[in-house]
């Protein structure tokens, strides 16, 4: 079983739609985070966050450390939100990141 | 702020044959790593740098693999001889430092490998 398991593994929707991404864990960490990866491999980071909610724009992350769980949410989505979405952990007392093998997310027009 | 530069960004080669890539990190990040992320897999950690000392290097195969980073400041990663499984995407990522809480990585584009 993988440290990090994000669901879905992909996922299509309506442009306007509301979508949810899950990521689950089951090691120590002291941070979470959200990536946004396009076609051609670079990866931006969207969140870091340890405890609570982050929003920024129509994105928003929150994490239940009790529950090792997050979610990213996109609200009126659009197809240039189409991209793979990754969680990775922050070990706790490393700087080592453990990934998710991502979400693959296609919004249509 | 300049971001994470990678180069090149793609390359194709023959197996057997050697290939490098070159990144160079943010200004003042102290911290630069090396992942590789093959297809449908999230990225793996290759080899991590403080400055140009190697902090975590347990997951490079370092019978063909191997990296560099003289200066402390930019980096290369060679592989030599490529094998067919090596086919990925190489993300290099910097940090300002290590061991802080909530450190952020930064990743550059990436170089898209294939070998034939």
């Known amino acids: 079983k993988n440290e990090v398991e994000q669901s879905p593994q992909n996922l299509t929707a309506q442009e306007g739609e509301f979508i949810t991404i899950n990521c689950s864990y089951s090691?120590?960490?002291?941070?979470l985070h959200w990536l946004q990866q396009h076609p051609g491999g670079g990866i931006v980071s969207l969140f870091m966050?340890?405890?609570g909610k982050k929003k920024h724009g129509r994105l928003i992350a929150t994490i239940n450390i009790q529950e090792k769980h997050s979610s990213l949410h996109i609200t009126a989505s659009h197809p240039r939100d189409s991209a793979v979405y990754i969680c990775?952990?922050?070990?706790?007392?490393?700087?080592?990141?453990?990934f998710g093998t991502g979400t693959r997310l296609q919004v249509f027009p | 702020e300049a971001g994470v530069a990678q180069s090149p960004r793609y390359k194709i080669i023959e197996k057997r044959q050697s290939v490098a890539f070159w990144c160079n990190p943010i200004?003042?990040?102290?911290?630069l790593y090396w992942y590789q992320q093959i297809l449908g897999q999230g990225p793996k950690l290759l080899i991590q740098?403080?400055?140009?000392?190697?902090?975590?290097d347990s997951q490079l195969p370092k019978d063909r693999f191997s990296a560099e980073r003289l200066k402390g400041v930019d980096s290369t990663l060679k592989i030599q001889p490529a094998k067919l499984e090596d086919s990925a995407v190489y993300l290099c990522?910097?940090?300002?430092?290590?061991?802080?809480?909530?450190?952020?990585?930064?990743f550059g584009p990436g170089t898209r490998l294939t070998v034939l």
């Open positions: 990522a910097s940090s300002f430092t290590f061991g802080r809480l909530l450190n952020e990585q930064f």
């Open positions: 090691v120590g960490i002291s941070a």
């Open positions: 740098f403080q400055n140009n000392g190697v902090v975590d």
């Open positions: 990775a952990v922050k070990l706790s007392n490393t700087d080592k990141l453990i």
């Open positions: 200004s003042g990040h102290a911290t």
């Open positions: 966050l340890s405890s």
